[in-house]
């Protein structure tokens, strides 16, 4: 580990696959890192096809454009929109769907999730791409679980991180607070958790896999280019099925009228994100 300019960089051993070591290294730190698995010609033709697409969004008005500010969660808009985030993007392009069906996601995944069952281990909470523009501030430092403290020792939650760019010490990387998990608890963002904070460096092409328990955040992006990766985010399938035993906003009677109330106690109010429709 290093610093440079008060903060801290981590370069992780890059796993060629996973395996007992790599499990060992997540179990610990909270988090882990895969050499890439993706040709380059695919990096590129991903990452082009993704341009394309949040282009797209920005000139059809629909985009999901916010503003890292400190002391607030993401995705609040401003007029500066120094990041972007392209949401449902399997539903955007064929391209992006070797990523969930590489034996890479699946098996860590398996692992991550694992527990005796006869049902499905996980399921795909979503798939998105993330760009940090020149100037993007630094990310609140959180967790991915949305349950009251204390958290659970177990998983509900994990996320990939395909990078597009590489983590560089200036561009933005992805910083984590290794061992962070074991707190089970959520970051009140004072001083002392902020300098826990260690930014990864890393090549283009890695995958990294984060706990959804462990503290991290987005760092700002002080270089002249935009740093873009692929977050998949996964969560136990039982969260699926406590919150849509039924399904009900597909199984859904239109000769039915709901009361406002019960309409939102069936999720049948709520609206796609940002972009999420604009294929």
Avoid at 79 to 104: D, G
Avoid at 206 to 232: D, E, M
């Amino acid at each position: 580990m290093i610093s440079l300019s008060n903060m801290a960089f981590i370069e992780p051993p890059l796993f060629s696959a996973f395996n007992e070591e790599a499990s060992i290294f997540l179990d610990g730190n909270g988090f882990v890192a895969f050499e890439s698995q993706l040709s380059s010609d695919f990096i590129v033709a991903i990452r082009a096809r993704l341009i394309e697409i949040a282009a797209k969004e920005a000139e059809l008005g629909v985009a999901c454009l916010y503003e890292n500010l400190p002391g607030k969660n993401g995705n609040i808009i401003n007029s500066l929109s120094r990041s972007q985030r392209v949401w449902n993007i399997l539903n955007k392009s064929e391209l992006f769907h070797a990523l969930p069906l590489s034996s890479l996601h699946r098996d860590t995944m398996r692992y991550i999730f694992k527990r005796s069952t006869q049902h499905e281990l996980y399921k795909i909470s979503s798939f998105q791409a993330n760009i940090l523009k020149s100037g993007a501030l630094q990310q609140k430092i959180h967790i991915d679980s949305p349950l009251p403290d204390p958290q659970p020792s177990w998983q509900i939650k994990a996320n990939t991180i395909t990078l597009l760019d590489e983590f560089t010490h200036f561009n933005g990387g992805t910083m984590v607070v290794p061992g962070s998990h074991k707190y089970l608890r959520k970051p009140i963002g004072n001083s002392e958790e902020l300098d826990q904070l260690v930014s990864i460096i890393a090549p283009v092409g890695t995958t990294i896999v984060t706990l959804g328990g462990l503290w991290h955040a987005s760092g700002s992006n002080q270089s002249n280019h935009s740093r873009i990766v692929i977050l998949g985010s996964y969560c136990a399938s039982y969260c699926i099925d406590i919150a849509f035993e039924e399904i009900h906003p597909i199984v859904r009677n239109p000769d039915i009228v709901f009361d406002p109330v019960l309409e939102s106690m069936l999720s049948l109010n709520r609206t796609p994100k940002e972009g999420s429709v604009a294929f």
